[in-house]
Nanobody
Framework: QVQLVESGGGLVQAGGSLRLSCVAS????????MGWFRQAPGKEREFVAA????????DYADSVKGRFTISRDNAKNTVYLSMNSLAPEDTAVYYC????????????????????WGQGTQVTVSS
């Protein structure tokens, strides 16, 4: 079992930056992959980024490559998503998720497969 709590969302102008945090409690963060997903109004939840348990491997959706960076600090049980050059199409509720089966980086990114989610944090980018 793990509990996840996101923070750091807000309202930002296009071209701006935000850093989201996801604090995990319960099972040690260092034993599983972590991912960020987002869901815009009227759309399905989509994969954004994933990071290995060690932080040595990362992957991103094409839409955010070069703009977003995922990182983790296992000593703090925290995963981060640094978002730069934000655009209105990045507006969504952002969720972190824990993947005990360590399959996010292998490409298995269907949200319905994951059991542990945070409550989400709203990111709104104005034009």
């Amino acid at each position: 079992q793990v509990q996840l709590v996101e923070s750091g969302g807000g309202l930002v102008q296009a071209g701006g930056s935000l850093r989201l945090s996801c604090v995990a409690s319960g099972r040690a963060c260092s034993t599983y992959e972590m991912g960020w997903f987002r869901q815009a109004p009227g759309k399905e939840r989509e994969f954004v980024a994933a990071i290995s348990w060690s932080g040595g491997s990362k992957d991103y959706a094409d839409s955010v490559k070069g703009r977003f960076t995922i990182s983790r600090d296992n000593a703090k049980n925290t995963v981060y998503l640094s978002m730069n050059s934000l655009a209105p199409e990045d507006t969504a509720v952002y969720y972190c998720a824990a993947d005990f089966s360590r399959a996010l980086l292998a490409g298995r990114r269907n949200p319905s497969r994951l059991d542990y989610w945070g409550q989400g944090t709203q990111v709104t980018v104005s034009s």
